[in-house]
C-alpha cells in the first residue's frame, strides 16, 4: 500500500493544538496514518515537511516557499525521496481579503484548478467577531469543473478537514490538494 498512498481518494487532516507549535495527522477514511507535519515556530520562508509518522524519521513530501514574501506566494510541493516538483500552489489575492484561495499549479506552473472557500462563509470567518470558529468550506474545481469539496468538523479546539476526490481526476497528484488543505491550516488559519 506504501507505493499508492497518494492515489486515494479520500483524506482527513487532523490538526492537534496540545503542544508549542500545531501539529497536523494524514489520514484515510479507516483513521490510518499515512503522514504527519509539525509547524515549525520561527520562519522567513515556508518550509512544511510531511513525514511517515511522528517519529518524523522518514520525509515523504514537503511544501517549500518559492519567494520570502507570501502574500501571493507561491509554493513547490516536493516528493522527498526524488526532489522532483509535482505541483505548485499559488495563493490568491482573494486570500488576504475576502476568502481563503489557491491556485493549482502542475511541476511546469500551469494553473488547471483551484481551491476556493465559499464567498459568505470567507466573509464572515475574516470579519464577523468569532468568525474564525465558523467551519472552512472549500470547493476544487479541475479545469472549471467543481470536482470535490473540502470541509471541515466544527470544532473548539483543534481542527478536522476531510476530502472526498473520487471525482478527480487519476493523473493528478493528491498531494497538491494535501498541501493545500495543510496550507490552509498552517498559513491561513494563523492570519485569523
Known amino acids: 500500500m506504501e507505493g499508492n498512498i497518494w492515489l486515494q481518494n479520500q483524506y482527513r487532516i487532523k490538526k492537534k493544538v496540545v503542544a508549542l507549535t500545531n501539529q497536523y495527522w494524514i489520514e484515510d477514511w ?4 499515512l503522514g ?7 520562519r522567513i520562508k515556508e518550509d512544511i515537511r510531511i513525514f511517515t509518522d511522528a517519529s518524523m524519521s522518514a ?11 507570501n502574500d501571493w506566494g507561491t ?9 522532483l516538483v509535482v505541483g505548485k500552489i499559488r495563493r490568491s489575492f482573494a486570500s488576504n481579503y475576502v476568502w481563503d484561495e489557491y491556485q493549482l499549479l502542475d511541476a511546469n506552473g500551469n494553473q488547471f484548478g483551484k481551491v476556493a472557500e ?3 462563509r470567507g466573509l464572515a470567518r475574516k470579519f464577523v467577531p468569532f468568525g474564525g470558529l465558523v467551519p472552512e468550506h472549500m470547493c476544487l474545481e479541475v479545469n472549471g469543473k467543481l470536482v470535490c469539496e473540502i470541509k ?13 476526490l473520487s471525482s478527480m481526476p487519476d493523473y493528478l497528484d493528491r498531494r497538491i490538494i494535501l498541501a493545500a488543505m ?7 488559519r494563523e492570519k485569523k
Open 59 to 69: 520525509e515523504v513530501f514537503r511544501i517549500q516557499q518559492e519567494n520570502v514574501m
Open 75 to 83: 509554493f513547490s510541493v516536493i516528493d522527498s525521496p526524488t526532489g
Open 182 to 188: 495543510l496550507m490552509m491550516g498552517m498559513v491561513e
Open 118 to 120: 465559499r464567498a459568505g
Open 36 to 42: 504527519y507535519s509539525r509547524q515549525k515556530l520561527l
Open 152 to 164: 471541515q468538523q466544527f470544532k473548539i479546539v483543534g481542527d478536522t478537514w476531510e476530502v472526498d
Open 30 to 33: 479507516n483513521g490510518r496514518e
